[in-house]
C-alpha cells in the first residue's frame, strides 16, 4: 500500500468501500483516521449519530458502540489534537467541564455508583478524547473497571433522550 496521502478523499472512500484498506493504513500514511471517519460521517468507524449525546463547535460526546459499562461515553474534539497536553486552554476547559456534567448525569440517570475518567492517547496518529465509564453497586472499585470486557451496545431510548435532554440545557 502506497502512502494515502497521494489519493484524494473520494479515491480513499471508495477504498474503504471496497475493503482494501484499513486504519492502520491511514497510521502509516500519517492521517488521521478520527478526523477522517468525522470529516465523512463515519464512513469508517460507522455512523454514531444514534449514539450521539451532545455536540458543540467543540467536541461531541457519544455513547461507546462496544461500551465497557452500561453509559460508557467518549468526548472528542473537532479539532485534532494528539493529546491532552496540546489541547489550548479554553478547549480543555470546555471539553472537562463537559465531562463533569456527563459523569454527573451518568450517575443520576443511569443509577452508576462512580464514573471513572481516563486520558491515555499516546503515538503519533492519535485524536484526543477523553472515556467516562460507569462503575454500578454491583462491581469493585478500583483501577480493573478500566479494563472491563467490552460488549455490545444496547440502545435504551429512555436513557438517552433524558440523557440528551440534560446535556442540552
Ligand atoms: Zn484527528
Known amino acids: 500500500m502506497n502512502t494515502l496521502k497521494n489519493y484524494t478523499d473520494e479515491q480513499i472512500i471508495k477504498m474503504i ?3 482494501e484498506i484499513e486504519v492502520g493504513d491511514f497510521l502509516d500514511s500519517g492521517i488521521c483516521p478520527t478526523c477522517f471517519d468525522k470529516r465523512h460521517k463515519g464512513v469508517l ?7 450521539m449525546i451532545y455536540e458543540d463547535e467543540t467536541m461531541e460526546c457519544q455513547l461507546v458502540g462496544n461500551p465497557r459499562a ?3 461515553t467518549i468526548i472528542s474534539t473537532k479539532k485534532h489534537f494528539r493529546d ?7 478547549t480543555c476547559q470546555k ?21 471513572y475518567e ?7 496518529m492519535n485524536h484526543f478524547h477523553i472515556q467516562l465509564i460507569p462503575r454500578y453497586d454491583y462491581e469493585k472499585r478500583g483501577s480493573k473497571n478500566f479494563v472491563k470486557e467490552r460488549k455490545e451496545y ?4 429512555e436513557k438517552l433522550n433524558k440523557l440528551r435532554e440534560r446535556l442540552n440545557q
Do not use: P
Open 70 to 72: 452500561e453509559g460508557h
Open 84 to 90: 491532552m497536553m496540546e489541547l489550548d486552554d479554553e
Open 17 to 19: 468501500e471496497n475493503h
Open 95 to 115: 471539553v472537562f467541564v463537559m465531562a463533569k456534567k456527563v459523569m454527573n448525569a451518568l450517575k443520576d440517570i443511569y443509577g452508576a455508583k462512580s464514573v
Open 45 to 51: 468507524y460507522g455512523d454514531a449519530s444514534t449514539r
Open 118 to 124: 481516563c486520558t491515555m492517547c499516546d503515538g503519533e
Open 154 to 157: 444496547k440502545e435504551d431510548k
